[in-house]
């Protein structure tokens, strides 16, 4: 069963210096973009929906299956955020906030947490773990290694132990 990634948009914005300059729209373009680009959500299968304070009103039309985008209209995102995961208690809810009380209330609803910087980080461990599955480096894969892979391991290690002749 996939994961849903529920994201508590400005709280995420106003802590990424890369994200938190322009406009408010800019800004929120911006996420948006380095969640298509860098998945922290991890596989494709997993949802992702970010909840903007304010009116959709202010922000263009987006009109997109990889990143749900949901205004909270004339309350606060926080409520949003609680009442989706207080009415769909059956997902896999992974809320991704450093808002206390966010978290409080929804863990005790069953949905996991993640803080700001280990969603953030989490982009850099799915990198990884993309790059190892094109090299053919996979932990879950038999004990046997691909060529490429081999290859990829002995020139690695040749720089670290053999020394260059001079």
């Known amino acids: ?53 304010g009116k959709s009103e202010f922000f263009g039309s987006l009109k997109d299956s990889e990143v749900k985008v949901i205004f909270s209209q004339d309350r606060p995102a926080d409520d949003v955020i609680k009442h989706l995961v207080q009415q769909n208690p059956k997902k896999r809810w992974v ?41 053919g480096i996979d932990k879950h894969a038999s004990k046997y290694i691909s060529l490429t892979a081999q290859a990829i391991i002995n020139q690695e290690l040749e720089k670290i132990w053999i020394k260059p002749k001079k």
């Open 1 to 53: 069963m996939s994961l849903h990634f529920l994201l508590d948009g400005y709280n995420i914005i106003k802590q990424t210096p890369s994200l938190n300059h322009g406009t408010l729209e800019g800004q929120r373009l911006a996420l948006i973009q380095w969640i298509k680009i860098h998945q922290p959500q991890g596989s494709l299968r997993n949802m992702t929906t970010i909840v903007f304070d």
């Open 95 to 135: 809320v991704v906030s450093d808002d206390k009380d966010i978290r409080l209330y929804v863990r005790a609803l069953g949905a996991a947490i993640l803080g700001v910087r280990e969603y953030l980080a989490k982009s850099q461990e799915t990198k990884i773990k993309q790059e190892k599955q094109a090299a």
